[in-house]
């Protein structure tokens, strides 16, 4: 065998065991997330899964000074200690409360798939493409933990540590933002990372990056719903973690039934929309259905509101009202997944 190959096809074949472990985990993973992907197309957009939905427990208010030494103590402690000090800027004492029950025994940890990643690199294998469902970040409310890919830090640190801010767990479940998983239902999840996203964006603007775009229909469905409800108020609802909340304030725009079926359709899009690309027809069926009930709510809804607004004429709603759609309308996952954002004939009888 040439020497100029023999080296690194010795190294592989003493690598193969691993190899090995790490293609089957990584093809055990994605039969697994396809098969519960398909279970949750088919459930997820239920209105019956979001009556369950609850008040989030009372947590008391912190005064405490969180010790940064402490803070210092931690992984990845540049990126810990700079989001304490901008949140502790720009929220209320009130909405602090859950941030600093959290921040002491939080942990952070590197994600499994950045060693991986790092041991095949080294190896002349670039596992990117084969890994990219996994990367990224993750909170879990469970052990208090945030786990993060290297390669993601940027991106992704911020958003996970303000999951770490809004979540609290019970003995019933967990209430995350906007988010609740009460037993085997969890509701919420779409509205909670687009809002998450939204502040992140706001509050850490060095974190955007233009060629990575997070979660872009959840943002712009989050944003419309700060736009009806103010950013104040929901603010406060989403460091609350209080669902429930954002529900009875959307009510004034919607039926119950209404806000939940937009936080059901909201949810099956933020399951579905990323899973792959492109999308089997009977997801793309699926999604699309969801994005025309996510749209036309929020048209109903922000046409309420402009219809309430006293001293307006005609001509100023209808404009007003073109704004919103314009701002559904130039959101880019429309052109990238190749879907429409309204159902015209159904929304132009709905909004007349």
Not at 78 to 106: C, G
Not at 175 to 201: A, H, M, P, R, V
Request: proline letters at 3%; aromatic letters at 8%.
């Amino acid at each position: 065998m040439l020497d100029y190959i023999k080296e690194p096809i010795q190294e592989l074949m003493s690598q193969a065991p691993v190899l090995s472990q790490i293609i089957s985990t990584l093809i055990i993973y994605t039969i697994a997330k396809t098969v519960h992907s398909n279970i949750e197309l088919h459930t997820s957009h239920l209105v019956k899964k979001h009556k369950r939905i609850k008040l989030p427990p009372k947590i008391k208010e912190s005064i405490k000074t969180v010790d940064e030494e402490k803070l210092a103590q931690k992984a990845m402690s540049d990126s810990v200690i700079e989001f304490y000090n901008v949140i502790k800027e720009n929220l209320s004492p009130e909405e602090l409360a859950i941030l600093n029950k959290n921040i002491d025994t939080l942990k952070i940890k590197e994600s499994p798939i950045s060693k991986i990643s790092t041991k095949f690199k080294e190896m002349g294998f670039d596992l990117t493409t084969l890994v990219k469902t996994i990367k990224g970040g993750h909170y879990n409310c469970l052990t208090n933990s945030v786990t993060i890919d290297e390669t993601s830090i940027k991106i992704s640190i911020f958003h996970e540590l303000m999951h770490m801010a809004s979540s609290v767990k019970t003995p019933e479940g967990i209430y995350s933002g906007f988010s609740q998983k009460i037993f085997t239902d969890e509701i919420g999840s779409g509205i909670n990372e687009g809002y998450t996203q939204l502040l992140t964006e706001r509050l850490f603007p060095d974190s955007v990056q233009s060629e990575f775009v997070v979660y872009p229909f959840e943002i712009v469905a989050a944003k419309l719903v700060e736009e009806l409800i103010g950013e104040e108020k929901m603010r406060h609802l989403y460091f609350g973690a209080n669902l429930q909340g954002l529900v009875q304030e959307l009510s004034q725009f919607a039926s119950v039934e209404e806000v939940k079926m937009f936080i059901a359709n909201m949810d099956t899009i933020n399951k579905h929309l990323y899973f792959r690309n492109p999308l089997v027809l009977e997801e793309k069926l699926f999604v699309q259905n969801a994005m025309y009930g996510v749209n036309e709510f929020l048209m109903k809804a922000h046409q309420k509101r402009i219809d309430s607004i006293e001293g307006l004429t005609e001509e100023q709603k209808i404009e007003m009202l073109e704004e919103v759609k314009n701002k559904i309308r130039n959101n880019k996952v429309y052109e990238h997944w190749k879907f429409k954002p309204f159902n015209e004939q159904s929304t132009e009888k709905k909004i007349q």
